[in-house]
Nanobody
Framework: QVRLVESGGGLVQPGGSLRLSCAAS????????AAWFRQAPGKQRDWVAL???????DYDDAVKGRFTISKDNAHNTVSLQMNDLKPEDTAVYYCRAYGVGWGQGTQVTVSS
């Protein structure tokens, strides 16, 4: 069973940046689409960004131009570079590999 482990979350001031990483225990990202989701307190889990197995990307309008999803197939990682962070970006961020599963989440807090 392949595990997904997120890292890189933390506390950052508005306008700051964070880079999240999702490490898989197996070689999956060359074969499966992957995405980042986020869930704010009391809200549903929402899709943020997608990277297809072939490398094509897509973003929710709320993060387009600020977030960048990428992957490294050789190292079995998917990353989310988050710039110009806003308080409304505060949430637990989850990595998903379609057809494989979810990570446990990493907390991102944007506050002054």
């Amino acid at each position: 069973q392949v595990r997904l482990v997120e890292s890189g979350g933390g506390l950052v001031q508005p306008g700051g940046s964070l880079r999240l990483s999702c490490a898989a225990s197996g070689s999956i990202f060359s074969r499966y689409d992957a995405a980042w989701f986020r869930q704010a307190p009391g809200k549903q889990r929402d899709w943020v960004a997608l990277i297809q197995a072939g490398g094509e990307t897509d973003y929710d309008d709320a993060v387009k131009g600020r977030f960048t999803i990428s992957k490294d197939n050789a190292h079995n990682t998917v990353s989310l570079q988050m710039n110009d962070l806003k308080p409304e970006d505060t949430a637990v961020y989850y990595c998903r590999a379609y057809g494989v599963g979810w990570g446990q989440g990493t907390q991102v807090t944007v506050s002054s």
